[in-house]
């Protein structure tokens, strides 16, 4: 039986509590149009490089950081695999914009766009596919549908529509990581039969590893993968 992703908080299923989460808020109500700095070589190339997308600080209205008070340590590589349901390979091609999967939900998720070329264990299909990385960036917008309340008491409504879909809330958390494009990592994956195909990376950066089974995180050996059969592509894509 699937395992339920406990998404009404954006947090694995061993998260069973929040401890703090807050809002800095950024934005200047006198400012009505960002002044974007020029930007530097370096980072025109790390933006090429990672796939999740990048916004100018300028355009951040507010940042909610959340913490977890975890049951198991996220860290701990052997209790994650044991948690899972799937572990594949695959190619990182792009990600599409954060978003909220369901309402009143209290973090988004990044949809990755992935090529799977191999499933270690379980039983996801090979080729193309959608995981679901926790947290990212939302518009203002998308944060007042989907949290009115909350967006209220942080002055949303008193913004015009057009600022509401210029400015972002950035959810940053400890599980955190970049990832480039074109470029293959080992995931750890559990379901949520209420999102169709809902994959999910199970506790993040944590539940990523390089294809020679370092954590991109901790560094950590994922020494097995509890594998049958693995099924493997024939090839892998054009790039």
């Known amino acids: 039986m699937n395992k339920k992703l406990f998404l009404a908080i954006a947090c694995p299923i061993w998260a069973i509590a ?7 808020i950024l934005w200047n109500n006198k400012a009505q149009t960002p002044v974007v ?3 530097t070589a370096a980072q025109n190339e790390a933006q090429a490089e990672s796939v999740f997308p990048v916004i100018a600080q300028e355009q951040i209205f507010a ?3 959340t913490h977890f008070d975890w ?3 996220p860290k701990d590589t052997e209790k994650t695999l044991n948690a899972v349901e799937s572990v594949v390979r695959a190619k990182v091609l792009s990600a599409d914009p954060a978003s909220f999967l369901r309402p009143t939900a209290g973090s988004p998720y990044t949809p990755l766009n992935v090529q799977v070329l191999e499933v270690m ?8 596919q959608t995981l679901y990385f926790p947290g990212g960036s939302v518009t203002a917008e998308q944060y007042l549908e989907a949290n009115p309340t909350s967006g209220q008491k ?13 400015y972002y809330l950035d959810f940053p958390s400890e599980m955190d990581c970049d990832l480039n494009k074109n470029t293959e ?16 990376i199970f506790t993040g950066g944590y539940s990523i590893f390089t294809t ?19 099924k493997v592509a024939a090839s892998t894509p054009a790039e």
């Open 185 to 200: 990592y080992v995931f750890l994956l559990v379901e949520d039969e209420r999102v169709p195909n809902g994959y999910f």
């Open 121 to 128: 264990s379980g039983d996801l299909e090979l080729g193309s």
């Open 18 to 24: 929040i401890v703090a989460t807050s809002f800095w």
């Open 212 to 230: 020679d089974k370092k954590n991109v995180k901790t560094g950590n050996e994922l020494k097995s993968t509890k594998a049958s059969k693995a």
């Open 63 to 65: 940042i909610s950081e």
């Open 71 to 73: 049951v198991s340590d």
């Open 37 to 39: 700095e020029p930007e």
């Open 154 to 166: 942080i002055g949303l409504e008193d913004m015009t529509q057009n600022e509401r879909q210029k």
